[in-house]
């Protein structure tokens, strides 16, 4: 069972503005675990980057990928958003004793997640440097002969085939990964639990990830320093999200 009841609230298309906004006063209220999870994140955004600098195909690829991963690494904002809802602050020692707990359930399912994205990485990599006329090693060559390449071609295949893998992977972390910071259920029911939220809610949970989507985009266009405020953002969001995805579709 969650850790605290909470009154019931109806999941619309207004709800993810209502997340986001939970979200911000979680991080305004306690902001150091969140910031320090942004920082860490957007640094290794930033040795990502400096690494694949004259790979543009294979940081495409990666920076797609890390938002496939990206739910995992939010499991400590999870812990904190869930005590600011029962009135406690949450510190960094306790989102490090989360993340040393050696919980299977967490380590299995961020190796699935890794293997999704590593796989995406390696699909997008393929797609660019065998489907491209020229190599793409610069931000300008992926604009020039992949986002306007005429006709219709590489760049809608590879935004569909990153959305064929995106959606199944999102619909199974929306919900799942919170429950499982929040109780003992095991990955197949959080798993469940987070399908059913997606299909009797689709136009709110599809807004949520388009808003996600959106968010760490900005996040990366601003040099990558937005992310440190967007990741705990989302992170604390998501953890409301989960609250009444999880409460509605129980009662659906």
């Known amino acids: 069972m969650p850790s605290s009841a909470r009154a019931p609230v109806a999941v619309t298309l207004h709800s993810p503005w209502r997340w986001l906004a939970l979200g911000w006063a979680d991080l305004r209220r306690n902001p150091v ?25 294979l940081l495409a690829g990666a920076f797609s ?15 904190v958003s869930r005590g600011c809802e029962s009135g406690r602050c949450v510190g960094l020692r306790e989102v490090l004793a989360l993340w040393r707990s050696g ?17 995406w990485v390696l699909t997008s ?11 793409i090693q610069k931000p300008l060559d992926f604009l020039r002969h992949v986002v306007l390449a005429p006709p219709v071609g590489l760049f809608e295949v590879w935004l569909l ?6 959606a199944p992977v999102y619909a199974s972390t929306v919900v799942a990964l919170p429950m499982l910071v ?32 959106v968010l760490v ?11 440190v405020v967007v990741i705990p953002l989302i992170g604390h969001a998501s953890w409301h ?10 009662r659906a």
């Open 65 to 79: 990928g890390f938002l496939i991963v990206a739910p995992i690494l939010a499991t400590g904002l999870y812990a």
């Open 161 to 166: 085939l990153g959305a064929l893998l995106a």
């Open 217 to 227: 985009g900005v996040g990366m266009l601003a040099a990558l320093l937005g992310l």
């Open 182 to 213: 929040d109780t003992r259920a095991g990955v197949g029911e959080a798993v469940a639990q987070s399908w059913r939220a997606v299909a009797t809610h689709p136009g709110p949970t599809v807004l949520w990830a388009v808003l996600i989507a």
């Open 103 to 119: 919980d299977g359930r967490l380590m299995r399912f961020g190796l699935l997640l890794a293997l999704a994205g590593t796989g």
């Open 125 to 135: 990599a393929g797609l660019i440097t065998l489907w491209s006329p020229v190599p």
């Open 241 to 250: 999200a989960y609250r009444d995805l999880s409460a509605a579709s129980q």
């Open 33 to 57: 675990p969140g910031l320090v999870h942004g920082l860490l994140i957007a640094a290794f955004g930033a040795l990502l980057l400096w690494a694949a600098r004259d790979r543009f195909w």
